[in-house]
């Protein structure tokens, strides 16, 4: 009798200012849906989602943090032991990305040397269609810099079109090395939940069933 692969854990906290849209990102990823009205987060959310990056399943067990400044000092209980961090800005908040400069000095300082952080910039949806550009208030190369100043991933997203959602999940789950996938309950899991993000189905805004629901 043959197992499936044990699932790797990986435990994830999304952090960012209030209403960048980290909670739309989460609901995006795990339940392929937007609330185009979706209250605030108070604490925390915690979200699970399993997904297969070619040969391996992730488990990630997602913590969805408050963005309100007095949820702030909550963070460090969320991120603490993290193998893998996702700080949010609003792509057309200038002062989204400030904070987000102070999440990942944060991260750096205090958080598992070893953890994977990925910078996402979302609602591209808002300048996709945007000819003139002015609705955009943090360029590209504003991101891609800070991301290389500070060895992050970088990816720009919609929530709302689900652009590049999957994308960053495959980028954080490629980075987070095999060694932790060592948890004896995941060699009895069976392949019910899985999602493959490599078919063709990742791409998708919308998905059927049996397809991915990411």
Known sequence: M??????????????????????SLV??????????????????????QKC???E?????????TAGQERFALLA???YRNAQAALVVYDITKPASFIKARHWVKELHEQASKDITIALVGNKFDLVEDDEEDSLRKVSVEEGQNLAE???????ETSAKTSYNVNEVFIGIGSKIPDSSANQPEAIRENNQGRIDL?????????SGSGDCAC
């Open 27 to 48: 609901l995006r990823f795990v339940s392929n849906d937007f609330q185009e009205n979706k209250e605030p987060t108070i604490g925390a959310a915690f979200l699970t």
């Open 56 to 64: 391996r399943t992730i488990k990630y067990e997602i913590w969805d």
């Open 2 to 23: 043959s197992f499936p692969n044990p699932a790797t854990s990986v435990k994830l906290v999304l952090l960012g200012e209030a209403a960048v849209g980290k909670s």
């Open 149 to 155: 100043e500070e060895g992050l991933l970088f990816f």
């Open 52 to 54: 297969t990056i070619g």
């Open 198 to 206: 490599t078919s063709n189905n990742a791409s998708g805004g919308s």
């Open 76 to 78: 460090p209980m969320y």
